[in-house]
């Protein structure tokens, strides 16, 4: 990428781009909207021992974590546990890059918006199947009931 401009509209093409994404552009044209976010693993790390993982972000704000595919938990299945999926967004447009807990998922802590495009949100699960998710299937730290 050479520019904001292309790189902004990248995320709104091919699979990266749900059609139903409410798009909200700035005054430059320009759009922060994203369709989908990743999970930052962060919770299940902590609260379930999710490993191999590894803290690959420290903010004052909410910290990341590097997972990969052969990570567990004796907790909950892999099958259950959210990869990416539909984030809302700020009211200024911008989608964050990663899901941080439930009620941020949902909008429920005022930090995007719902987004329940579908009646649910689309997500991959961590074993790379699609599943229609609802607030009321997932818990604090991402994985569905």
Not at 4 to 22: D, I, P, Q, V, Y
Not at 72 to 88: A, C, D, P, Q
Request: charged share 25%.
């Amino acid at each position: 990428m050479t520019d904001w401009k292309r790189a902004s509209e990248t995320g709104r093409e091919g699979a990266l781009f749900c059609k139903a994404t409410e798009v909200v552009y700035g005054g430059d044209g320009l759009s922060n909207t994203l369709s989908y976010a990743m999970n930052t693993f962060f919770d299940l790390v902590k609260e379930h021992n999710f490993r191999p993982a590894q803290k690959c972000q420290s903010t004052d704000w909410y910290p990341a974590c590097m997972v990969r595919p052969e990570s567990r938990t004796s907790h909950v299945s892999n099958s259950k546990i959210i990869f990416v999926s539909e984030l809302g967004h700020q009211s200024d447009g911008y989608t964050h890059p990663s899901i941080r807990t439930r009620d941020n998922y949902f909008g429920l802590d005022g930090s995007t918006s719902p987004d329940l495009r579908h009646g649910g949100k689309n997500a991959l699960m961590f074993d790379l199947h699609v599943e229609l998710v609802t607030p009321q299937k997932v818990a604090k730290e991402l994985y569905l009931y």
